[in-house]
């Protein structure tokens, strides 16, 4: 009894974990938090850097001492060697030898900087991919709650619609309004039914997007705990208007100076093929026969030797691949200043739409709340039998398109916030 207990008691602690782990409840920066520490596209961006890491490492190893050991085994089944007057016997034999060797090239430590170059671009991709990721998980939130108000007006309005459709429903039966009426009022109910089940599946695309950003099972379930209005704070927004652009806080900024820098250390690694290199071993060997017969053992036990290879003629090639850098250099050094004008062009434009979104937001709720209003007081003018069904449905029509443009103005100045952020580098002040 006491076993059947205790296993009922872990179930329903399981259970309950399970549930724990299903369910989150977000602000929005704890979104973000999760998706830094979940995201799965995060997770390979800190795998490149580290790959870059091993792949420096590596290049700096071909510089440093290089230890090998060998052993050999040799039979010669018996075999002497036949020198006229006398034999040598040629027993079984094992030799252990040692080799140390370093090699130094100009080319080398240029390989170095390469490398050093590499692991500055995937630091720098993956924080870029972080500001992605974080942005996209702000956009993402954003458009659940902008998604989540449509619904809420959408099902107001089919509130208001199904008390008309009652009022007209029971002014038929007693003859005052013909059947005509309701059947418009039901065609507006319909097509309000319509949009608020295209409206939440649009918020479950949007919230699927979302789990998939925070590296979460399909199956789990997301509670934002902040609102629309909290968050929408045009003051701090606009303030973004105020921020100087700087160039060197941009990723697409830094990357690209590093492109140059790699272009015109690609530009000194082909001239150091010019230059020697150099190398220097040393070998130790030591024989032993698995035999007592007389032999001889010509092996060296210790060798110390050196080489330095001059390049002296490549029938041009050499001289063409540092022409070919050259030119690779001159054509990153005019992508750079294009790109560094285009970003410039870029933040200006920016700039123009978050300020254009922002007038636009303002235009459009003033909109709907007199388009509201007229809704309201065309609604009680028909139920007071002065105005018709159809500029009711007129009306309804009218209110859904305002709230339709509000609602994208919406999404139009988050999406120009974000973006304005992202080139900027900061988040509103």
């Known amino acids: 009894m006491q076993n059947r207990i205790l296993m009922f008691l872990m179930a329903v602690m399981l259970t309950g974990t399970v549930g724990a782990q299903e369910s989150l409840r977000l602000t929005l920066e704890e979104a973000q938090n999760h998706a830094l520490e979940h995201n799965r596209t995060l997770k390979n961006a800190s795998m490149d850097v580290q ?46 030898g040692g080799t140390a060797s370093v090699a130094l090239s100009g080319a080398q430590v240029v390989g170095v900087q390469l490398e050093n170059i590499a692991k500055n671009m995937a630091d ?24 989540e108000e449509t ?32 059947d418009l009022i039901s065609v507006q109910i319909a097509t309000m039914n319509t949009n608020i089940n295209s409206t939440r599946r649009s918020l479950e695309m949007i919230y699927n997007s979302l789990r998939l950003q925070l590296g979460l099972d399909v199956n789990s379930e997301i509670e934002l705990s902040q609102t629309i209005d909290e968050l929408m704070q045009p003051q701090k927004a606009m303030a973004l208007l105020d921020m100087d652009f700087m160039l060197d806080n941009n990723y697409n900024y830094q990357l690209l100076e590093q492109n140059v820098e790699l ?16 190398q220097a071993f040393y070998q130790y060997t030591k024989k ?8 001889m053992n010509s092996t060296p036990p210790n060798m110390f030797g050196v080489s330095l290879n001059i390049p002296i003629f490549s029938s041009g090639s050499r001289y063409k691949a540092v022409q070919e850098a050259k030119l690779g250099y001159k054509q990153q050094l005019n992508t750079f200043d294009d790109t560094r004008e285009s970003l410039i062009i870029q933040h200006r434009q920016l700039s123009y739409n978050l300020t254009s979104s922002y007038e636009s937001l303002e235009t459009q ?31 309804g029509t009218e209110l859904i398109s305002a709230q339709n443009s509000y609602v994208q103005a919406l999404l139009d100045v988050v999406t120009a916030q974000i973006e304005l952020e992202q080139l900027l580098n900061v988040e509103a002040p």
């Open 365 to 395: 709720e003033k909109n709907m709340v007199v388009v509201q209003r007229v809704f309201d007081n065309v609604s009680r003018k028909y139920e007071q039998g002065i105005a018709s069904s159809l500029d009711v449905t007129n009306s």
């Open 124 to 147: 720098i991709t993956l924080k870029q991919s972080e500001k992605e990721v974080t942005d996209q998980v702000k956009t993402l939130y954003y458009s659940a709650l902008v998604m």
């Open 288 to 295: 032993e026969y698995l035999s007592d017969e007389a032999t």
């Open 51 to 96: 790959i870059a890491e091993a792949s420096r490492w590596q290049t700096i190893a071909t510089m440093l001492p290089q230890v090998n050991a060998t052993v050999d085994y040799s039979n010669m089944f018996g075999y002497s060697m036949d020198l006229g007057d006398f034999q040598i016997s040629m027993p079984n034999s094992v030799t252990y």
């Open 151 to 182: 619904t809420s007006l959408l099902e107001k309005n089919l509130e208001n619609l199904e008390k008309l459709f009652n009022y007209t429903q029971q002014s038929v039966e007693v003859g005052i309004s013909e059947q005509t009426d309701a």
């Open 263 to 278: 272009a015109k250390k690609q530009v000194t690694m082909k001239k150091w093929e010019y230059a020697p290199s150099l």
